[in-house]
């Protein structure tokens, strides 16, 4: 059975931003990233940004989303950190996006993977909901996570929550 333990929760103030966690121990087996979140980006949608160690480069992914009508699906070595679709600000009002992020073995040297579900809703008239896979090349153990909106920025009430799993 796995044990999830609290390491950091951040919320983002009234002039909107990014949200880092830094310091991350290396005692724990895997980490999950829990978030709520909307960009000010004066669209329907913006990209979410994951960066380990705010590595900006050498990201490789799969991308999988579906509307109830439509389903896609991309996969590239992408130089921006892209890790989830999340809100923009002109979906209604207050809605976020809820995502979900897992960290495996991120403090071991081998390159860095993370996989993650995210959820976003427009009062009715569009939702998505799309599963993330991740690589990045470095091999360094994950020490901080830079989480941001890629066209925008986070907007006001965003959170994230890190927890520190053991499996036992």
Do not use: H
Request: include cysteine; proline fraction near 2%.
């Amino acid at each position: 059975m796995a044990t999830f333990i609290k390491i950091a929760s951040a919320t983002v103030g009234s002039g909107g931003g990014s949200i880092t966690f830094s310091s991350i121990p290396s005692t724990y087996t895997d980490l999950c990233l829990k978030l709520s979140v909307r960009s000010n980006r004066s669209a329907s949608e913006d990209g979410l940004g994951i960066a380990p160690n705010s590595a900006s480069s050498g990201y490789t992914y799969r991308i999988l989303s579906g509307n109830g009508s439509n389903a896609s699906s991309v996969a590239t070595a992408y130089e921006q950190i892209w890790a989830a679709r999340i809100n923009g600000n002109t979906t209604t009002s207050n809605t976020f996006t809820s995502s979900e992020f897992y960290f495996p073995n991120y403090a071991g040297s081998t390159s860095k993977v993370y996989s993650g579900e995210s959820v976003t809703e427009n009062n009715g008239t569009e939702a998505f909901a799309t599963l993330s896979a991740v690589s990045q090349s470095s091999t360094s153990a994950i020490t901080s996570l830079l989480i941001q909106a890629i066209n925008g920025t986070l907007m006001q009430y965003s959170t994230a929550v890190l927890y520190g799993i053991n499996k036992s």
